[in-house]
């Protein structure tokens, strides 16, 4: 039998912090802001990270995007509310609520919000802690043209993230928490 995992409070919301089932809503979930990736609720803790699959929910603001990358693992997304310029395998295709991508491993992609409000989205892929996959930040023109990409390829994260000067993850609510859906 699985037992309930413990959920604790930290600053930005509940996360668990033993392994097991539970249940949280978004709302009271630690959530995690950086001011170029936006909001993420990861829903996985640190100390009681997911053993098989990576879930979060991202919400990219106005001009909000990610790095374009490739991952060694399957990756599927789904938007939830908003708009978003997917770049994906040097081709740009234009999402909105309720589109489904589905990356193979090795796609190359990112997304950039391109609405005035909030693009919201689910991200499911390896999690966070595993070290089965693997990224690689590939030199791509399209990438570099809307400011998700590197000049020089890299499999770092952290050397991806220095070369377009990206701040570090802080564990926090979004600034603009009571204008989005569930607030």
């Given amino acids: 039998m699985v037992k309930e995992a413990r959920v604790e409070a930290l600053d ?6 033993t392994h097991g089932w539970f249940v949280v809503n978004v709302r009271d979930a630690a959530w995690e802001t950086n001011d170029h990736f936006g909001a993420m609720c990861a829903f996985e803790g640190e100390r009681a990270p997911f053993a098989d699959l990576g879930i979060n929910l991202r919400v990219l603001q106005p001009g909000g995007r990610g790095l374009y990358h490739a991952e060694s693992t399957q990756e599927d997304f789904l938007v939830l ?4 310029l997917l770049l994906v395998e040097g081709e740009e295709r234009p999402l909105t609520a ?4 589905h990356c193979p491993p090795g796609t190359e992609h990112a997304f950039v919000a391109t609405a005035d409000g909030p693009c919201i989205i689910i991200m499911a892929g ?9 990224l690689a930040y590939p030199r791509s023109e399209l990438a570099l043209a809307h400011g ?14 220095s070369q377009l000067g990206i701040p570090a993850w802080r564990y926090r609510r979004p600034d603009d928490w009571n204008a989005l859906p569930w607030a």
């Fill in 81 to 84: 509310a908003g708009q978003c």
């Fill in 12 to 17: 930005s919301g509940l996360a668990p912090v």
């Fill in 98 to 101: 309720w589109d489904f991508v």
């Fill in 126 to 134: 390896a999690p966070r802690s595993s070290s089965a996959g693997t």
């Fill in 148 to 161: 998700v990409g590197v000049e020089t390829e890299t499999r770092s994260p952290r050397e991806a993230q």
